[in-house]
């Protein structure tokens, strides 16, 4: 019998889970039908929020397991389910600015590799590997920073809230484009 997935809360920077290093899944953990559910259920709350990815660490369960899904026409860019990822292969630098569904309203500039290789298991418990520049690049290693207990504002610089009218701008674009690739996804599986 098919479940329905549910909306979970986002917690926020200050709970405990999000500053603790979250465990390895097993694959007794993988194979229940519960953990799938959480699969599905962090999903639904990434798409609900709206964001592009999840960590489990952001829906108060400390295990190794992030989705996500950048909603554009590439198909190696999601939905994808990532159990217990590391990278492999780390390349460059590239700046980036970033916020966080765990740190709501505030942004802030850091570095991040700019091509990154990341290894781990889909929900099947199949072996996988991402190839991962620019968006989807940062967003596999902002979710893999979740599992290990770091949040981007530990290393960010100029951590504020949006405020200049360039920053709102660049908010207000990365949100609507995040808002209308869900609404366009949303419309094409109705």
Known sequence: ????????????DGHPTLRKVAKKVTMDELGDPLFQQLIDDMFETMYHAPGIGLAAPQVNIGKRLFVVDLQ????DHGPLVVVNPKFTVTDGEVPSIEGCLSVVGMIGDLTRFERVVCSGLDRDGKKIELEGTGLFGRCLQHEMDHLDGVLYIDKAKNIR???TEEEKEALAQTEAEVAALANNAEAATV
Do not use: K, L, N, S
């Open 72 to 75: 554009d026409d590439d198909d």
């Open 161 to 163: 809230p949006a405020v």
């Open 1 to 12: 019998m098919a479940t329905v997935p549910y909306i979970r809360e986002i917690i926020q």
